[in-house]
């Protein structure tokens, strides 16, 4: 059986995260055939809405106020609830992002429904749909099945693959909301991360602990990393120590990521940290000490001094690359 399945697309920056494909990608698995139709919520998002499209969305409904401008759960709650009431749709999938694990629980809640989060697979398809998520911090998988009413998934970043861009043809269309009793308004933000490849979204990441000793001891690293077209990392010691911002944390309780490469640099691999990046498809530990933990999850392992590895890395990629 077939249901209508609405996704949640996000911007950053003035541009769509790749999240917003994947969420597209994953609601043509749930749907059974069914239409899948694209939700785009900001200040000026329009331009927007035919990309969705080309990237598998049947329709698009744009919501645009002023007080969209940034994202708040009130407003973003607001716009989100006026589409679901027109639509009534079957299905939600959001992206497991800091605006998706925000305004994921206050819908579901709205809708008196169960909310599947940081789901990594889709088994079967329409009603078949098992979705799989990890559990004990990575641990373990499990996999749920909705036994009724709305199914409603968040899924992580850089886990289910976008479909094939194509030139496709399909309805996009505004929705005006008045959004009101805001209890939060944003009057301006302040960005300390890096300028570059959104970290959660990012297919290379070169992570430092505090191996690398200070805060000059990341240049490498970003050097390595803007080569790979990646981002940069960090575990919380290189965060405690003060050598970066805690916006490149990595670990549970700092971003969960998965990466095709991940390149932990003087980390020891403590569990808590392991567990924001046991998943990533390929893990290459850089450590001098050979008994450190982060050489159990590794793929390949390299026993030095990461001022002396990091640079020889670079300079042979440099050459491939040429």
Partial sequence: MSKKVLVLGETREGSLRNVSFETIAAAKKISGGGEVVSVLIGDSVGEFG?????????????VEHPHLKSYTSDGFGQAMMAVIEQEQPGALVFGHTAVGK???P??????QTGLISDVTDIEGEGEDAVYIRPIFSGKAFEKVKNKGGVDFITIRPNNIAPL????????????????????????????????????????????GGRGVKSESGFEPLQELADLLGGAVGASRGACDAEYCDYSLQIGQ???????DLYIAAGISGAIQHMAGMSNSKVIVA?????????????DYGIVGDLFEVIPMLTEEFKKVMK
């Fill in 50 to 62: 035919a990309e969705l499209v080309n990237y598998g969305a049947d329709r698009v409904i744009t």
């Fill in 102 to 104: 925000d305004l994921s």
């Fill in 106 to 111: 206050k819908i579901a809640s709205k809708l």
């Fill in 164 to 207: 094939e861009r194509e030139e496709r043809s399909g309805d996009v269309s505004s929705l005006s909301v008045d959004i009101t009793n805001l209890r939060t308004i944003i009057k301006n933000v302040v960005r300390k991360s890096a300028e570059g490849v959104d970290l959660s979204e990012a297919k290379v990441i070169v992570a």
């Fill in 286 to 298: 850089i450590n001098k000490d050979p008994e450190a933990n982060i050489f159990k999850v590794a």
């Fill in 253 to 259: 309780t700092g971003k969960v990521v998965t990466p």
